[in-house]
């Protein structure tokens, strides 16, 4: 596993993520038709996904989290 990068298939959690300054690095889909997110590790992200899973309170602008998937949306339904 690359360490250097970060692959996700919840587009919740990738949106998150690049809401909170996460780099995109690109996608990939596979043979069954899901999506995978690879970003780029940064200092602290392994914290934030903690925090997102564990359903804990942090600050988010709420129009920074629905623009990053409104992008994700447009990326996965643009590409076959």
């Known amino acids: 596993m690359n360490q250097e990068y970060l692959e996700l298939t919840d ?4 949106a998150f993520l690049i809401s909170q300054g996460v780099q995109l690095e690109g996608t990939e889909r596979s043979s069954d038709g899901r999506v995978r997110f690879i970003l780029r590790r940064t200092e602290g ?4 996904l903690q ?3 564990s359903n804990s ?9 629905y623009s990053s998937l409104k992008y ?6 643009s590409r076959p």
Request: glycine share 0%.
């Open 72 to 77: 994700l949306k447009s990326l996965i339904h």
């Open 51 to 53: 925090a997102y899973w």
């Open 11 to 14: 587009i919740y959690a990738a």
């Open 57 to 65: 309170p942090v600050s988010a602008v709420p129009a920074q989290l």
């Open 45 to 48: 992200m392994d914290e934030l």
